[in-house]
C-alpha cells in the first residue's frame, strides 16, 4: 500500500494542473487583455473659419501680340520667357516700303498745299472783281468752290500721311503692357500680315500680381458671405505641399450660380515679383473668413466608411465606441468637427486598426 501513495499523489497534482490550465484557458477567451491606445479630452477653441477648394493661376493680364501690317519679319529683339517692360520693342518688321509711302504721302500734300494757296489767291482777287462789277458773280463762286475743294484735297492729304506715319510705326511691334514674353510663333523672314494666322506673333503675361481662379459651392459661398469679413484672406499651397509666403485679397466673385456644377466662380489676386507662381498652374487654395469657436480632432483620430466619417470613443466603462461626425475644413494637422462630438468626450488618436465595438481599452499614461 506505501508503495502506490507517491503515484496516487502524482495523479492526483497531475490532474489539478490540468484543470487549473484549462481554467486560465477559459478565462482568456473570456476577458482578451485591453488594447493600449491614446486619447484626447477635446474642447472647444478658437480656429479660422477657411473654404478650401482647388484653383488655377493665370496671368492678371494676357496679351496676345500681333502685327498690324503686312511685310517681311527682320528681328527679333527679345529672348523668349523674358521679362519685358511697357515700350521695349519686341520684332521688327521691313521698315523701307512703308517709308517710301510716307514721302509719296507728303510729296502729295505738299502739292495739295501748293494748290490750295494758288485757289486762295485766285478766290481772293474775283470776289474783289465781282464787287466792282468787272466780272460775273459766277466766276466768283467758281473761285470760292475751287478753294473749298482745294482745302478738302488738303485734309485728305493730311490724313494720308498720317495714315502712312501709322504703319510705319506699326513696323516696330512694342510690348503694350509690363510682363513675360512667350514663344515666338513666327519665324524671322516670315511674311506676315494682320489679316490671317502669321498675324500672331507672341504673347505677353503679366504676372505681378497674379491671379487664380477656383470656385466654392452654393453652400460655401453662403456661409463665406454670411460672415460679413470686409477682405478675407487667401492662401495658396503649391503643388510640391509647400505653402506660398504672400497672402492674396479677392478681387471677384460671380453674380450668379454655375447651373452644372452649383458652384460660384471666384478670384483672388497674389503679389508675385520673383515669379514663384507660374500661370497655369494648379493650387489649393484656402479662403479664410475669420474665427470661430470649434473641436478639432487630429487628422489621423478620422477613419471612413460606407457611413462617413467616424472616430473612436473611449467610454465610461473602458470600451471602444464608434461615432459618427460631420468634418469640417483642416486646420494644420487637425480635422475641424462640426457635428458629432460635444466638449469632454475622449478620442483615441492611435490604434485604431485592432479596434471594434466595445473592446476593451486601456489608455496609456502620460510620457
Known amino acids: 500500500m506505501s508503495r502506490f501513495l507517491p503515484l496516487l499523489l502524482a495523479l492526483i497534482i497531475?490532474?489539478?494542473?490540468?484543470?487549473?490550465?484549462?481554467?486560465?484557458k477559459k478565462d482568456d477567451k473570456a476577458a482578451p487583455p485591453a488594447l493600449t491606445?491614446?486619447?484626447?479630452?477635446?474642447?472647444?477653441?478658437?480656429?479660422?473659419?477657411?473654404?478650401?477648394?482647388?484653383?488655377?493661376?493665370?496671368?492678371?493680364?494676357?496679351?496676345?501680340?500681333?502685327?498690324?501690317?503686312?511685310?517681311?519679319?527682320?528681328?527679333?529683339?527679345?529672348?523668349?520667357?523674358?521679362?519685358?517692360?511697357?515700350?521695349?520693342?519686341l520684332f521688327q518688321i521691313e521698315r523701307a516700303p512703308f517709308e517710301i509711302d510716307l514721302q509719296q504721302q507728303r510729296a502729295v500734300l505738299a502739292q495739295e498745299k501748293a494748290r490750295h494757296a494758288l485757289a486762295k489767291q485766285d478766290a481772293e482777287r474775283l470776289k474783289g472783281l465781282a464787287d466792282r462789277r468787272a466780272i460775273s458773280q459766277r466766276e466768283a463762286d467758281q473761285a470760292a468752290s475751287a478753294l473749298q475743294q482745294s482745302a478738302a484735297a488738303v485734309q485728305l492729304a493730311q490724313a494720308r500721311?498720317?495714315?502712312?506715319?501709322?504703319?510705319?510705326?506699326?513696323?516696330?511691334?512694342?510690348?503694350?503692357?509690363?510682363?513675360?514674353?512667350?514663344?515666338?510663333?513666327?519665324?524671322?523672314g516670315s511674311l506676315v500680315a494682320p489679316n490671317g494666322d502669321s498675324a500672331f506673333l507672341t504673347t505677353l503675361t503679366r504676372t505681378d500680381p497674379v491671379w487664380v481662379r477656383f470656385a466654392l459651392s452654393e453652400a460655401e459661398f453662403a456661409r463665406l458671405r454670411a460672415r460679413e469679413t470686409s477682405a478675407p484672406e487667401v492662401k495658396l499651397e503649391m503643388a510640391?505641399?509647400?505653402?506660398?509666403?504672400?497672402?492674396?485679397?479677392?478681387?471677384?466673385?460671380?453674380?450668379?450660380?454655375?447651373a452644372n456644377l452649383g458652384t460660384v466662380q471666384m478670384r483672388a489676386a497674389f503679389p508675385n515679383a520673383n515669379l514663384k507662381v507660374l500661370p497655369g498652374q494648379y493650387v489649393r487654395v484656402q479662403v479664410i473668413a475669420g474665427t470661430q469657436q470649434a473641436i478639432v480632432v487630429p487628422q489621423g483620430a478620422v477613419q471612413q466608411n460606407e457611413g462617413g466619417r467616424f472616430v473612436w470613443l473611449l467610454t465610461d466603462d473602458g470600451k471602444a465606441a464608434?461615432?459618427?461626425?460631420?468634418?469640417?475644413?483642416?486646420?494644420?494637422?487637425?480635422?475641424?468637427?462640426?457635428?458629432?462630438?460635444?466638449?469632454?468626450?475622449?478620442?483615441?488618436?492611435?490604434?485604431?486598426?485592432?479596434?471594434?465595438?466595445?473592446?476593451?481599452?486601456?489608455?496609456?499614461?502620460?510620457?
Open 161 to 188: 500721311v498720317r495714315q502712312s506715319e501709322l504703319n510705319l510705326s506699326y513696323t516696330t511691334v512694342e510690348a503694350p503692357i509690363e510682363g513675360v514674353t512667350g514663344r515666338a510663333m513666327q519665324s524671322i
Open 14 to 24: 497531475t490532474a489539478c494542473s490540468e484543470g487549473d490550465a484549462k481554467q486560465q
Open 37 to 89: 491606445v491614446s486619447v484626447i479630452q477635446v474642447a472647444p477653441r478658437e480656429v479660422p473659419v477657411a473654404f478650401e477648394a482647388v484653383g488655377r493661376t493665370e496671368g492678371s493680364r494676357e496679351v496676345q501680340i500681333r502685327s498690324r501690317v503686312a511685310g517681311i519679319l527682320e528681328k527679333q529683339l527679345y529672348t523668349e520667357g523674358d521679362r519685358v517692360n511697357a515700350g521695349d520693342t
Open 240 to 258: 510640391d505641399g509647400s505653402t506660398y509666403a504672400e497672402t492674396g485679397q479677392l478681387n471677384f466673385a460671380a453674380s450668379t450660380v454655375d
Open 322 to 367: 464608434p461615432r459618427n461626425i460631420r468634418a469640417g475644413s483642416w486646420v494644420g494637422k487637425d480635422w475641424v468637427v462640426l457635428d458629432g462630438l460635444k466638449p469632454g468626450d475622449k478620442v483615441i488618436t492611435d490604434n485604431l486598426v485592432r479596434l471594434r465595438p466595445g473592446v476593451a481599452v486601456q489608455v496609456k499614461p502620460a510620457a
